[in-house]
């Protein structure tokens, strides 16, 4: 159900000393990913650009983070790197941090988010659908084709919480939702039918 699963379980990372001058001046580590399992480019799509290795791992961002920049983190197991965005202040174990979240455009189609042209082959393409071979922010036509499915941000959300000073991240959330696609399969059993590729959700992952 995830693509390369057992090549990202063994992945192996490479986090050079890469310095850069930060907001206090000084220079410190930014903590991107150079190499995953000695690639610095992967081939799980047919343009470069979404090919290219980038961001941190999650766990650590530079030092002298402010709410003005934007993250990026590399997810082996989605094949792409995720942008991160400030939205809030919050307090971590009485710890002050800055809250950053994926843009509600994360996974929309190319006509509303360019960025992601090149994850999409453009003929099987649903906004909040990422397609492994080729529902928070997705179609609204994702949450109305099923009862009981209903969009929380708070409880949906994929976030990173920083404590600024230091760049280490003190608490996060990644989750995620595996859908399955029901095709209406007359010949199969003609007394079962089901909207044309309806996205049902078998799995949540958090």
């Known amino acids: ?5 057992s090549e990202v379980v063994e992945a192996f990372v490479t986090i050079p000393l890469k310095l850069i001058n ?18 610095s480019i992967v081939d799980w799509w047919d343009d ?4 290219t290795i980038s961001g941190t791992d999650g766990v650590q961002y530079a030092p002298g983070l402010t709410r003005n920049q934007s993250l990026r983190l590399f997810n082996p ?3 792409r790197t995720l942008p991160l965005e400030y939205e809030k202040d919050v307090t971590v174990h009485g710890i002050k941090s800055l809250r950053f979240s994926m843009p509600a455009n994360t996974f929309a189609t190319s006509d509303i988010n360019p960025e992601n042209k090149c ?4 003929e099987h393409c649903t ?7 080729c529902k928070k922010g997705g179609d609204e036509k994702l949450q109305t084709s099923l009862e009981g499915v209903h969009s929380s ?3 949906h959300k994929t976030y990173v919480d920083v404590e600024p000073i ?13 859908n399955g696609v029901a095709k209406n399969l007359p010949l199969y059993n003609p007394t079962v039918k089901c909207p044309k590729d309806s996205i049902v959700p078998v799995v949540w992952m958090e």
């Open 1 to 5: 159900m995830i693509a390369d699963l």
């Open 22 to 39: 930060n907001t206090f001046g000084i220079f410190a580590r930014d903590y991107a990913i150079q190499e995953w399992n000695n690639k």
């Open 48 to 51: 470069d650009k979404c090919n």
């Open 77 to 79: 197991n989605l094949c």
């Open 119 to 122: 994850y999409c082959d453009g």
């Open 127 to 133: 906004s909040g659908i990422l397609p492994m071979n």
């Open 153 to 155: 941000p708070e409880k």
């Open 166 to 178: 230091t760049g280490f991240v003190l608490n996060a959330a990644f989750r995620v939702q595996l």
